[in-house]
């Protein structure tokens, strides 16, 4: 028998349309005076139009801080928290995607905790409360709509999280309506990264738990069998909302049962190199999955067998590696780039992605298979 614990969002809504109601949902949480939080390409897009007329609908007054940078470095967590104070909020919304939520997350709790960003950069180091928050996500990928994370990027290239559960919202809401108009390798590149969240939670080493294997196979199904119809039909509302769907029930996986060395292998892609998050997930996700397969060929042989059916006598080995090379080919379809050389890495410096992905202990610790430097290393070469 094995003790867990299971912490997601307060409410979920799936509405298509959904947005039109945020003035509704917001007083329901008590609000009047409302910070929306977004980054300059939704704004762009028309997009955040959408959010402030469902605000004004329910007779909401609202500031706007749609300045939030991508990965975003602590000066746009700063800079927001200091104009929801001058403009006194009672509630936060974040509308966009991670960078955009991540960056609600912190404004609300930070607004009047009483402690600053740096302290509570960690696990479990938040102790005050938060204002009241609606996280309304318009892609579909990270699932921080159901996560007690927020990253933030701190000088050059390092990232920094905060875990706490007051960072989990009090609403989620999924409009599939708002996300139409992701672009195909955005929608490819968030995919990708929510299956991850998916894989990695269910091979999970130290908080494997049901209600998070259940969520993981349920949210990799979704994404796996709709990510190539979100892609070539944009407008396939169906397609988005599985992948909305998808995404977040592998949010509440990880959430739950953190991610292992994917992401740790990842992030110094994305520090180093500058390349998306999911873009770099994809680009060692093979190579990580046929390092880890002999430790834990159970896991990936129960994926594949959810994913394909079964497949009577074959060994728990040959239904793994059917797994890896399913999404080998997936990663193909969606047409990202599958090799380190594209993506501008040099064969040398992949001696410098290693000891920075063997700092990422966080997440090595949740890997099935102990990963060494060497390991990381040939893991790299093997992407390259
Ligand atoms: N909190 C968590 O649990 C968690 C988990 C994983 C990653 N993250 C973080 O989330 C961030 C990445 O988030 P992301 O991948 O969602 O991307 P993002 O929020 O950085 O957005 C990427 C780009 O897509 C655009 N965009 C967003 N929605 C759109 C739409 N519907 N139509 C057209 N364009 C749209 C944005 O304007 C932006 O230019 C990173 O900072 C990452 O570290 C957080
Ligand atoms: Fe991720």
């Known amino acids: 028998m094995k003790n867990f614990i299971f912490q997601t969002a307060g409410t979920i809504i799936h509405e298509s349309g959904g947005t039109s109601r945020l003035g509704d949902i917001a007083a329901g949480l008590g609000m009047h005076r409302v910070f929306l939080i977004s980054d300059p390409g939704i704004a762009g897009i028309g997009l955040l139009q959408k959010a402030l007329a469902g605000l004004q609908n329910g007779r909401m007054e609202v500031a706007v801080f749609k300045e939030v940078m991508a990965d975003p470095p602590e000066s746009s967590v700063l800079e927001a928290l200091k104009k929801a104070q001058d403009f006194e909020v009672d509630g936060v919304v974040g509308f966009g995607g991670g960078s955009s939520m991540d960056v609600a997350k912190l404004v609300a709790y930070l607004y009047h905790s009483g402690q600053t960003l740096s302290e509570i950069y960690g696990v479990g180091l938040a102790t005050g409360k938060r204002l009241p928050l609606i996280l309304a996500t318009t892609t579909a990928g990270t699932g921080s709509e159901v996560t007690p994370i927020a990253i933030?990027?701190?000088?050059?290239?390092?990232?920094?999280?905060?875990?706490?559960?007051?960072?989990?919202?009090?609403?989620?809401?999924?409009?599939?309506?708002?996300?139409?108009?992701?672009?195909?390798?955005?929608?490819?590149?968030?995919?990708?990264?929510?299956?991850?969240?998916?894989i990695e939670a269910y091979t999970t080493k130290m908080k494997k738990n049901p209600i998070s294997d259940s969520l993981a196979i349920q949210g990799l199904k979704l994404l796996y069998h709709n990510i190539p119809a979100a892609m070539t039909k944009g407008d396939?509302?169906?397609?988005?909302?599985?992948?909305?769907?998808?995404?977040?029930?592998?949010?509440?996986?990880?959430?739950?049962?953190?991610?292992?060395?994917?992401?740790?292998?990842?992030?110094?892609?994305?520090?180093?190199?500058?390349?998306?998050?999911?873009?770099?997930?994809?680009?060692?996700?093979?190579?990580?999955?046929?390092?880890?397969?002999?430790?834990?060929s159970k896991e990936y042989a129960e994926l594949a067998r959810e994913l394909f059916g079964e497949q009577g006598a074959e060994s728990d080995l040959a239904a793994g590696a059917k797994l890896i090379s399913a999404l080998e080919q997936l990663i193909e379809q969606v047409k990202l780039e599958t090799r380190l050389r594209q993506v501008g890495i040099e064969a040398e410096t992949l001696p410098k992605l290693a000891k920075a992905a063997m700092l990422q202990t966080r997440l090595l610790v949740n890997n099935p298979r102990e990963v060494g430097y060497e390991d990381a290393l040939q893991i790299y070469r093997d992407a390259w």
């Open 152 to 198: 933030v990027t701190t000088g050059e290239n390092e990232k920094k999280g905060v875990v706490a559960p007051q960072l989990l919202p009090d609403v989620a809401l999924l409009d599939p309506e708002l996300t139409i108009g992701l672009p195909p390798r955005v929608t490819a590149m968030t995919g990708i990264d929510a299956m991850v969240h998916a």
């Open 236 to 296: 396939d509302l169906d397609a988005r909302s599985n992948m909305l769907i998808g995404a977040m029930l592998a949010g509440q996986a990880f959430a739950n049962a953190p991610v292992g060395a994917v992401h740790a292998l990842a992030y110094p892609i994305g520090g180093f190199y500058h390349q998306p998050h999911g873009l770099s997930n994809a680009l060692v996700l093979p190579h990580v999955m046929r390092f880890n397969l002999p430790a834990a």
